[in-house]
C-alpha cells in the first residue's frame, strides 16, 4: 500500500511539474504582453503588409486568432517577416512564438527541427507559371526549361523529382527570397516559375501584365501548410492547434463574426460547450471560457477568413476545393470540442 501511495504522490507530482514546465511559453507570451508570430516576406492571401504596415493574409489571421484567444486583443501580436531559409531558426531559438507562414508539413520537418506541426491551415500543391507567349499547356512541355525557384524549400526537392520522373532536362535558377525569384522570371532570367499553386496566383497578381501569364494545369506534389511550434511545451502546442480547429469547428457549426453573439444564447448543448456556456474546456487549455469567442469575434470563422484572403471575396478568388469543409467534399475537418 505504501509502494502505491508512494507511486501516486511521484506521479503527480512529476504531473505538477510537466504542467509548470509546459505553461512556460504562455507566461512568456502574457509577460511580454505580445505574441511573436512569424510570417513570410509578403505573400498575398497568406501574409503580407499594405504600405502602412498593415498584415492580413490566412496565416496572419491564425495569430491574430491566437492573440484574440490569449488577450482578448487580437491586435497585440509582433510580426516577423521571414525568409524560407531563416523560418526555422527563428522558431528554434525563441524569435517567434509560432510560425505561422505558408509552410508544408513534411515528415522531415517534423522530426528533425525540434518543433511540431499542429495543423493544416490550407492544402496546396506545387505547380508552374509560364508566359503566354511561350505557348506551353502542359509542364510535360517544360523539356530543357530554366526555372526559378525560392531556395529552402520543398519546392526545389519536388522541381528535381517531377522532371526526373518524366525524363525531362532543366536548369535551376535559385534565389534567396521569393520576391527575386519573381523579379527574375519576370525579367526573362528563366521560361518558368514554380511554387505552391496559391502562391503563382498571388505572385501572378503582382506581376507588371497579370493576363500575359498563365498557370499550367499539373498539380505535382501535396503541401500541406499549417503552423508550426517549438517541442518541449505541450500546452502551447494544444492552445495553437485548437485555435485552428476552433476556427474550422465554428464554421461547421454556422458560428460567424456576425451571429456570435446570438449563438450565446443557444440552449444546443454543442454551442454550449464549444462557446463556453457550460463546461470549462478553455480553462483546461490556460484559456477562458469563451475562448472561441474571443477567436470568432476577432478573425471569423474558417470559412470567412478563407473568402476574405484567398476566396472569391479576395483578388486571388481561389475555389475552396479540397478546403473546403468535410461535410461538403473537403479536407478540412475538425476533431469534436468536448
Given at each position: 500500500?505504501?509502494?502505491?501511495t ?11 511539474s510537466?504542467?509548470a ?7 512568456t507570451?502574457?509577460?511580454?504582453g505580445?505574441l ?9 492571401g ?5 504600405d502602412?504596415?498593415?498584415w ?8 491574430r486568432?491566437?492573440?484574440a484567444?490569449?488577450?482578448n486583443?487580437?491586435?497585440?501580436v509582433?510580426f516577423v517577416?521571414?525568409?524560407a531559409k531563416?523560418?526555422?531558426t527563428?522558431l ?13 508539413w513534411?515528415i522531415?520537418r ?9 495543423g493544416v ?8 507559371m509560364?508566359?503566354k507567349?511561350l505557348?506551353?499547356?502542359?509542364a510535360l512541355?517544360l523539356?530543357?526549361?530554366s ?8 519546392t526545389?526537392l519536388?522541381l528535381?523529382?517531377?522532371f526526373k520522373?518524366?525524363n ?5 535558377i ?5 520576391d527575386?525569384a519573381v523579379k ?6 528563366c521560361?518558368v516559375?514554380?511554387?505552391?499553386s ?8 503582382k506581376l507588371?501584365?497579370p493576363?500575359d501569364h498563365?498557370?499550367l494545369?499539373?498539380i505535382i506534389?501535396?503541401e500541406?501548410l499549417g503552423?508550426m511550434?517549438r517541442?518541449g511545451?505541450d500546452q ?5 492547434k485548437?485555435?485552428l480547429?476552433a476556427m474550422v ?8 463574426q456576425?451571429n456570435v ?8 448543448p454543442?454551442?454550449?460547450r464549444v ?5 470549462n474546456l ?9 475562448w472561441?469567442i474571443?477567436i470568432?469575434?476577432?478573425?471569423g470563422n474558417?470559412g470567412e ?7 472569391a471575396?479576395?483578388?486571388?478568388k ?9 461535410t ?5 475537418y475538425?476533431p469534436?470540442?468536448?
Amino acid at each position: 500500500m505504501k509502494r502505491v501511495t508512494l507511486a501516486l504522490s511521484l506521479a503527480l507530482a512529476a504531473g505538477l511539474s510537466a504542467q509548470a514546465a509546459d505553461a512556460q511559453t504562455l507566461k512568456t507570451i502574457k509577460d511580454r504582453g505580445t505574441l511573436s508570430c512569424g510570417v513570410s516576406q509578403g505573400l498575398p492571401g497568406f501574409s503580407s503588409p499594405d504600405d502602412k504596415g498593415n498584415w492580413t493574409g490566412i496565416d496572419v489571421d491564425v495569430c491574430r486568432a491566437i492573440a484574440a484567444a490569449v488577450f482578448n486583443d487580437p491586435t497585440k501580436v509582433k510580426f516577423v517577416s521571414l525568409s524560407a531559409k531563416d523560418r526555422f531558426t527563428a522558431l528554434q531559438s525563441g524569435e517567434i512564438d509560432v510560425l505561422s507562414r505558408n509552410t508544408t508539413w513534411t515528415i522531415s520537418r517534423d522530426t528533425s527541427l525540434g518543433a511540431n506541426f499542429t495543423g493544416v491551415t490550407y492544402y496546396d500543391g506545387q505547380g508552374f507559371m509560364v508566359k503566354k507567349s511561350l505557348k506551353v499547356n502542359s509542364a510535360l512541355e517544360l523539356n530543357s526549361a530554366s526555372v526559378c525557384v525560392q531556395t529552402g524549400t520543398t519546392t526545389e526537392l519536388n522541381l528535381a523529382d517531377y522532371f526526373k520522373a518524366n525524363n525531362m532536362k532543366y536548369e535551376v535558377i535559385a534565389f534567396g527570397t521569393i520576391d527575386e525569384a519573381v523579379k527574375a522570371y519576370e525579367s526573362g532570367r528563366c521560361d518558368v516559375f514554380t511554387d505552391d499553386s496559391s502562391g503563382l496566383y498571388a505572385t501572378r497578381l503582382k506581376l507588371t501584365s497579370p493576363a500575359d501569364h498563365v498557370v499550367l494545369p499539373e498539380i505535382i506534389s501535396k503541401e500541406p501548410l499549417g503552423p508550426m511550434v517549438r517541442h518541449g511545451d505541450d500546452q502551447w502546442f494544444d492552445i495553437v492547434k485548437w485555435t485552428l480547429f476552433a476556427m474550422v469547428t465554428a464554421e461547421e457549426l454556422g458560428i460567424t463574426q456576425k451571429n456570435v453573439d446570438e449563438m450565446v444564447k443557444s440552449d444546443k448543448p454543442e454551442l454550449k460547450r464549444v462557446l463556453g456556456t457550460d463546461g470549462n474546456l478553455g480553462e483546461q487549455l490556460g484559456l477562458t471560457k469563451d475562448w472561441v469567442i474571443r477567436i470568432v469575434k476577432a478573425v471569423g470563422n474558417y470559412g470567412e477568413s478563407f473568402d476574405r484572403n484567398v476566396g472569391a471575396g479576395s483578388p486571388l478568388k481561389i475555389a475552396r476545393g479540397v478546403n473546403a469543409l468535410w461535410t461538403k467534399g473537403g479536407l478540412q475537418y475538425a476533431p469534436p470540442i468536448r
